[in-house]
Nanobody, 120 residues
Framework: QVQLVESGGGKVQVGGSLRLSCAASKFIFSSSVMSWVRQAPGKGLELVSKIDTGDGTTAYADSVKGRFVISKDNAKNTLYLQMNSLKPEDTAVYYC?????????????WGQGTQVTVSS
């Protein structure tokens, strides 16, 4: 079954940390561009970070650069997002998504999302 399953969301105070995980089937994960996308209340989608599961190249939105780290475990077909120094504006539903390729941020497969709430 083709799927992405996120976990690890929750409530945290400002300055805290959370680690999100996304379990994927090998068919989805290998030689692909995987990403974390978020949607804050009343706002549009934001591509937070992406990673090439082949060579490990990463990219980040300016809003999270220096605070978030995307990583992968190819043996487990799992994507991670370590979120540090969290701010209230990081509050959103976070989705794991497969992108069409590195240069096209079209999301071709989504997970169900996990809520992250940062309170002051």
């Amino acid at each position: 079954q083709v799927q992405l399953v996120e976990s690890g969301g929750g409530k945290v105070q400002v300055g805290g940390s959370l680690r999100l995980s996304c379990a994927a089937s090998k068919f989805i994960f290998s030689s692909s561009v995987m990403s974390w996308v978020r949607q804050a209340p009343g706002k549009g989608l934001e591509l937070v970070s992406k990673i090439d599961t082949g060579d490990g190249t990463t990219a980040y939105a300016d809003s999270v650069k220096g605070r978030f780290v995307i990583s992968k475990d190819n043996a487990k077909n799992t994507l991670y997002l370590q979120m540090n120094s969290l701010k209230p504006e990081d509050t959103a539903v976070y989705y794991c998504a497969k992108l069409r390729n590195w240069y096209q941020n079209e999301k071709i497969l989504w997970g169900q999302g996990t809520q992250v709430t940062v309170s002051s």
